[in-house]
Each structure stands twice: as C-alpha cells, then as structure tokens.
C-alpha cells in the first residue's frame, strides 16, 4: 500500500550512546538501501540487502554501523557509540527485484530519519 | 567504483525559462540513471530515469539526454515553475550491481 516508512522521524541522542533506526519498505520489494545524507550533500550509499542477506556493506564507515533484515522485510540500521560526525539524514529505499533490460529499478526513498548527536 | 559530477551546484532562472543541469559518470559500466527531486525536508521522488539503450527520454516539461560515449547526461526542464524550485540528483548505477552513486546536488530556484 503505502511508500517507505522510516522511524523515527527525528532523534536526538547524546554522544556514547547507541541508536536504533528503523525502515519499512514498500511490500513486496526485495532490495533495500540505506543511505547517508549529510546537509547540502547527495545521498551516501552505506549498504544494500537483497530479502534478508546484506550483500553489500562496503559504504558502513565504521564498525560502530550495523544493519539488518532478519525476515527479509524491516530493516533497523544501528549505530553504536554515536559520534557528533554520524549527526545526518539516513534515508532508507527499496526497489523490486525485476531488471528490466540488465539494468536497475528505481529506488523509492523514506522521508528519512534524522539524526542529531548532542 | 563510480563517482559522479554534477553542476552547476546552484542555479537561478526566471519562471518560464528553462533550467539545464549536466551531470558526468565515470564507470562506462553504468546503464541505468536516475533523477531525484528532493524538497526541503522531504524525501528524495524520483522525477525521470534513463536506460542506456536509448539517447533521450521525455514526460513532460521534462527530458533527459544521455551520451554513452561522452559519459555525461543532462537534465532539462521546460516552461519553469515556482514549484520547480528543489534540489535536483542525478544518480548512476551498473545493472549487475545495486548500488547508486548520487551527484552532489543541484539548486534550482525558480523565481516567479
């Protein structure tokens, strides 16, 4: 039925402590993204999952950054010991799992959660 | 991995004027690209989207031009709107591999 749905929609969290962010994709859709946004700046890619495996993990920038999507549905993204440089948007998106002609299907994004460290 | 260009970062025109943004790719891998329009506070909607088996795509007030050759593919909006004002994405992506890398941003300011 509806779009991608991100929550919460703003967190606010002190340094040192750890968050937890949550996406729902569109139903149906196999992929699903997490990107990184930060002001004035185009999405980062931080990582990618196809149903529950996370194929791609390359764009997490530290070991503090953790994602998963145990039933191939919800997906949370946690960071742990927040720093004041993770404060940004992450957006979540997903997209069907058909190519059409060996190439990508659009991504449809969450409004996003954005996140403040103190 | 692919890196994409975008410019002009900022771009003003008077309403009814057209607005052109030009974006390059470096991975001649990438077949599939991608426009977002992205209102302040929102999210990211994607407005058009090219494949690279053909040149150019139209709906609307809006067209997208790609050169597979030249690696670049531009944006183009006709008869501008107040509404039209938003940041503009361009993005790239390789068929055989998920990830989407985004350009910088362009803002566009249509003024009425």
């Known amino acids: 039925g509806a779009g991608v749905s991100q929550s919460p929609r703003y967190k606010v969290a002190k340094r040192g402590q750890d968050v937890a962010l949550r996406c729902d994709p569109i139903s149906g859709h196999v992929s699903l993204f997490w990107y990184q946004q930060a002001l004035g700046q185009g999405p980062e890619f931080l990582t990618y999952f196809q149903n529950e495996a996370q194929l791609d993990k390359s764009g997490l920038p530290s070991d503090r950054f953790f994602a998963e999507r145990p039933e191939g549905s919800v997906s949370t993204l946690k960071i742990q010991r927040t720093q004041q440089e993770d404060s940004a948007v992450y957006l979540c998106?997903?997209?069907?799992?058909?190519?059409?002609?060996?190439?990508?299907?659009?991504?449809?994004f969450g409004d996003g959660t954005r996140l403040s460290i103190l | 991995g692919e890196n994409v260009e975008q410019h002009p970062s900022t771009l003003s025109v008077q309403e009814g004027d057209s607005a052109v943004i030009k974006c390059t790719y470096s991975?001649?891998?990438?077949?599939?690209f991608p426009w977002y329009k992205q209102e302040l506070g929102k999210r990211p909607q994607l407005i058009i989207d090219?494949?690279?088996?053909?040149g150019e795509k139209k709906d609307q007030r809006i067209a997208v031009t790609l050169n597979k050759t030249a690696k670049h593919f531009s944006l183009h909006i006709t008869e501008t709107q107040p509404e039209d004002s938003a940041v503009y994405f361009c993005?790239?992506?390789?068929?055989?591999?998920?990830?989407?890398?985004f350009g910088i941003g362009t803002k566009l300011q249509v003024i009425p």
């Open positions: 090219i494949r690279s088996n053909v």
């Open positions: 998106a997903s997209s069907p799992s058909v190519r059409i002609n060996y190439s990508n299907q659009p991504q449809h």
């Open positions: 991975d001649s891998a990438s077949n599939y």
């Open positions: 993005a790239a992506s390789e068929g055989g591999y998920q990830k989407v890398t």
